[in-house]
């Protein structure tokens, strides 16, 4: 259902371009109705084609063009329409309408995407999420393109293309698909020590979330935000969701990856139909200018993160997402995101990465949209009117009229005219430059280990565990021992305990000290000593918001519950509990040995979400297992309910079983424990709503390694 009430003007302005088919003949491209699409034009029935045949070509020619190239970077996405509110103005640090008028709605299209993967590859692979969005404001489009990581792998814009050389699949074989788990990734990575941040957030868990619905987002860059004055501050924009920040553990994403290649584009796209609008709030780390030089670390550096303990977040404004695109490829595929939008009120900084950014963004939709004019596709236009004197191009949409093109000019009244910036004109940001032209790096970016350290040590007992174990299995897929010899020695750089951990599981040793120089991202002449990593700094022992064990834990809105249930189930109890799971919001399936429905104990037809065939149980967040005799010898009759009931125990989900649901329990491999806090036998269903909440008892860890499934 689509959400017609809050249909915001950029819905309005899209549903101009929609074309509904319903009730309409079909046509050629010239508005010719067609009698025949079925068979060509042929001379004689059996005859060959003929050449005449403009319905065929015309066919056939659209259809051959229907691929334009895929991003290079970014290229698996999934994206939705929403809207963005303000709480409160922030006119003492921006004058953008967006930040100062908490009377508005501005229009949102928001894409998720993976990085590495290509536009067919599966959701869950290891990788950072993209996290890119268009506001259409009054003022003009503001791009925010950002990720869920708070940081990024270099330093330098120039480094890109060999960073995402290093983890795209190898060219002579075109091996891995969507994963950093290869030699040539850590290769880079290991003789280009700025990475080693991001490359530890990678590492943990948030680069394989439990949705795209539970992410953070982050701009990365410090940027600056512009008052009415023209006094600038700098800032970090943040976006948190109302939902926590959740994943799933590296075992099931590799499976899900195989039950469900979609799941985060599904999960997306289910919870928006189902009216359960994701929601991010927006937050700000604001420094004024006068402090850019106080932290231990470069501002313009986008290797690092401002801790919230030295900067805390300011939460702005709110961000939902409430409909669903009507054609993939004309809004998903084809919108362009490009940092270089912005609006008076919001300024960059010299961040070098940032300032290669503004560049590319531009230059690479001409080649995958192929013209200049890419932003008059309908999902691109701005919803305020737009006037200049750029002409012509492939798939020119407009048709400018007048006899000028040229500013300055008198014969069109000087029109478009300039606008001065008390009526919204653009200004840049007057930063004052003294410096030399210098191609080099700055030494205050030389920090390389302290902030993957304070990261770790931030992360909890099973935080760390999983890093550890994800250190390991991409080093384990490595062939050429040096590289992992390096990568160890940088581990140990991080911190000994995880390095150890890592030696162990691949079997080596950690090398005592490594031939120098250890950062080869410099130049040829340049002084290597000047450009080492510095000694690792402790400038905070730990940063709570690093961790995920301290995110939101209140809420079991749009999680999936499987029923395991057959014909003859105990209905009464069925409802008490699935009543209460759906009035938080949970989505209740129930899973059954067949497809179609089944009857319960008071003869009620049930339809059945899935048959166990088509299913797996990493697809769902917790398990409820109704009484009734024959239904649950019926699904004990068949392993995979017990292989079900075995892996949602494995990963530590949340498991209630009612009456003869026990007897379920007693063949598997909870038989032994079902004491455990997030087993509930004939529970009060708010005990189980409580556990589902907490989405793992992690607790449970160390058994659930036995489980072999
Ligand atoms: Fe991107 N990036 N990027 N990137 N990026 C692209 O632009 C690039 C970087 C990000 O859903 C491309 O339209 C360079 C940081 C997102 O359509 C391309 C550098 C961050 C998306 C490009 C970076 C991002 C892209 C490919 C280093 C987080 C997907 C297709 C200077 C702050 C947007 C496209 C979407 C996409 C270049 C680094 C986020 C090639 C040169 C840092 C979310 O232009």
Request: glycine share 6%.
């Amino acid at each position: 259902m689509k959400n017609k009430e809050s249909a915001s003007k950029k819905i309005k302005d899209l549903e101009h371009y929609q074309k509904d088919m319903k009730n309409k003949p079909l046509t050629t491209n010239q508005g010719l109705k067609v009698n025949d699409t079925n068979n060509s034009l042929k001379s004689g029935e059996r005859g060959s084609t003929l050449l005449e045949d403009f319905l065929l070509r015309e066919k056939i020619t659209s259809f051959d063009h229907e691929r334009i190239p895929e991003r290079i970077v970014h290229a698996r996405g999934s994206a939705a329409h929403g809207y963005f509110e303000l709480y409160e103005s922030i006119e003492e640090y921006s004058k953008a309408g967006i930040f100062t008028d908490t009377a508005r709605k501005t229009p949102v299209f928001v894409r998720f995407s993976t990085v590495a993967g290509s536009k067919g590859s599966p959701d869950l692979a290891r990788d950072v999420r993209g996290f890119a969005v268009k506001f259409y404001t009054e003022e003009g489009t503001w791009d925010l393109v950002g990720n869920n990581m708070p940081i990024f792998f270099i330093q330098d814009a120039m480094k890109f293309p060999d960073l995402i050389h290093s983890v795209k699949p190898e060219p002579n074989k075109e091996i891995p698909q969507a994963a950093s788990a290869h030699d040539t990734f850590y290769d880079f990575v290991s003789l280009t020590t700025e990475t080693l941040h991001n490359h530890i957030w990678v590492m943990s868990d948030r680069a394989i979330p439990r949705s795209l619905r539970m992410m953070e987002g982050f701009g990365i860059h410090t940027f600056r935000l512009i008052n009415a004055k023209g006094e600038a501050h700098f800032v970090k924009f943040h976006w948190k969701p109302t939902l926590g920040v959740h994943s799933v553990t590296w075992e099931e994403a590799v499976k899900i990856n195989g039950a469900d290649p979609d799941f985060h584009r599904r999960d997306l796209w289910d919870a928006i139909e189902a009216g359960q609008y994701p929601e991010w709030e927006l937050g700000i780390q604001v420094v004024a200018e006068k402090d850019e030089h106080k932290f231990d670390f470069d501002l313009l550096d986008p290797t690092k993160l401002i801790p919230e303990e030295m900067v805390p977040v300011k939460i702005i404004g709110k961000m939902t997402l409430n409909r669903n695109p009507d054609n993939f490829f004309a809004e998903t595929e084809q919108v362009a995101f490009l940092p270089g939008h912005i609006v008076p009120g919001i300024d960059f900084t010299n961040d070098p990465l940032l300032q290669g950014r503004l560049f590319s963004y531009r230059d690479t939709q001409l080649s995958r949209l192929g013209s200049p004019n890419f932003h008059q596709i309908p999902i691109n236009r701005p919803i305020v009117e737009t006037h200049n004197n750029q002409r012509d191009a492939h798939m020119q949409m407009s048709i400018p009229k007048g006899e000028t093109a040229y500013f300055p000019n008198s014969l069109s009244g000087g029109c478009p005219h300039l606008s001065k910036m008390a009526e919204g004109g653009f200004h840049s940001y007057e930063e004052r430059i003294d410096a030399k032209k210098i191609r080099t790096r700055s030494e205050s970016f030389n920090d390389h280990f302290s902030q993957p350290a304070l990261f770790y040590r931030s992360l909890a007992d099973w935080e760390q565990e999983h890093v550890a174990a994800a250190y390991t299995f991409e080093l384990g897929k490595c062939n050429h021992e040096h590289i992992k010899e390096r990568m160890l020695w940088l581990i140990a750089q991080i911190d000994d305990d995880l390095a150890n951990k890592v030696a162990e599981g691949l079997g080596m040793e950690i090398p005592k000290d490594i031939e120098r120089p250890i950062n080869q991202a410099i130049g040829a002449d340049a002084d290597a000593d000047k450009h080492q990593p510095g000694e690792k700094k402790n400038y905070l022992d730990k940063s709570k918001a690093l961790s995920m064990a301290n995110t939101k834990f209140n809420s079991i809105a749009t999680r999936q519950i499987a029923v395991l249930a057959a014909d003859g189930f105990n209905m009464k109890k069925f409802k008490s509990m699935t009543e209460i799971l759906e009035k938080e919001g949970a989505m209740v399936k129930i899973v059954a040995p067949h497809g179609g429905s089944i009857t319960c104990d008071e003869g009620m037809k049930h339809k059945v979400d899935a048959a166990i065939a088509t299913t797996e149980s990493v697809l769902f967040d917790a398990v409820y297992i109704p009484g009734g005799e024959k239904s649950v010898e019926a699904i004990l009759d068949n392993g995979k309910f017990i292989k079900f009931i075995n892996e949602s125990f494995k990963y530590c989900k949340a498991i209630a079983v009612d009456d003869e649901g026990e007897m379920a329990l007693d063949k598997s491999f909870i038989k032994a424990y079902k004491d455990d806090n997030a087993i509930h036998i004939n529970d009060e269903p708010s005990k189980f709503v409580d556990s589902i909440s907490k989405h793992r008892n992690w607790e449970r860890r160390k058994l659930a390694d036995k489980i072999p499934v």
